[in-house]
T-cell receptor, first 113, second 113 residues
Framework: DAGVIQSPRHEVTEMGQEVTLRCKPI?????LFWYRQTMMRGLELLIY????????DSGMPEDRFSAKMPNASFSTLKIQPSEPRDSAVYFC???????????FGEGSRLTVL | SQKIEQNSEALNIQEGKTATLTCNYT??????LQWYRQDPGRGPVFLLL?????KEKRKERLKVTFDTTLKQSLFHITASQPADSATYLC????????????FGQGTILTVHP
């Protein structure tokens, strides 16, 4: 299995631009999570989906952030408009049915200038 | 307020010694506690999961203990090797949904040859 696949690996953009991060979870995994990692705050859960349905988005910092999961094999995290404080590494992770361990992607490093 | 603390930001040990990392938490009732390894520029990788009714779990050179009275987990790496150098993260799962984890800030372990 290829694991959780994220794209792009690196994104540099200017303040005000729209950013879209993409994730393909492991096939057969029914839950998908978006985490953000910064030096100051560590790994924070932004939102998670069960069976493609958003369950808890309380970690999404502002309305500028949105996430979708149109099908079991694809999710996006969008930031519009982006700000310098959004600079971080964004991780997608999936977990199988009735297990607890998360499988993380390699992350998308976002820099907003 | 809820808090997870990994007591050492950085730990340096000599090759062959046992590394012991600590994870303390307050105001949580975790159903599970997990440990992950993260290498620079990579996503976290699952190592071990221990349930609230388990006192100890082992996997090769790794050992995890979980004391719900002390609200503490210890993570041991015996016969440490330079290849064990990485950041180690503890994470709590309160059992509301598989994979919905709250992470500590991590401990950077360096094993010197």
């Amino acid at each position: 299995d290829a694991g959780v696949i994220q794209s792009p690996r690196h994104e540099v953009t200017e303040m005000g631009q729209e950013v879209t991060l993409r994730c393909k979870p492991i096939s057969g995994h029914n839950s998908l999570f978006w985490y953000r990692q910064t030096m100051m705050r560590g790994l924070e859960l932004l939102i998670y989906f069960n069976n493609n349905v958003p369950i808890d988005d309380s970690g999404m910092p502002e309305d500028r952030f949105s996430a979708k999961m149109p099908n079991a094999s694809f999710s996006t995290l969008k930031i519009q408009p982006s700000e310098p404080r959004d600079s971080a590494v964004y991780f997608c992770a999936s977990v199988g049915r009735n297990t607890g361990e998360l499988f993380f992607g390699e992350g998308s490093r976002l820099t907003v200038l | 307020s809820q808090k997870i603390e990994q007591n050492s930001e950085a730990l340096n040990i000599q090759e062959g010694k046992t590394a012991t990392l600590t994870c303390n938490y307050t105001n949580y009732s975790p159903a599970y506690l997990q440990w992950y390894r993260q290498d620079p520029g990579r996503g976290p990788v699952f190592l071990l999961l221990i349930r609230e009714n388990e006192k100890e779990k082992r996997k090769e050179r790794l050992k995890v203990t979980f004391d719900t009275t002390l609200k503490q987990s210890l993570f041991h790496i015996t016969a440490s090797q330079p290849a064990d150098s990485a950041t180690y993260l503890c994470a709590l799962d309160e059992g509301t949904s598989y994979g919905k984890l709250t992470f500590g800030q991590g401990t950077i372990l360096t094993v010197h040859p």
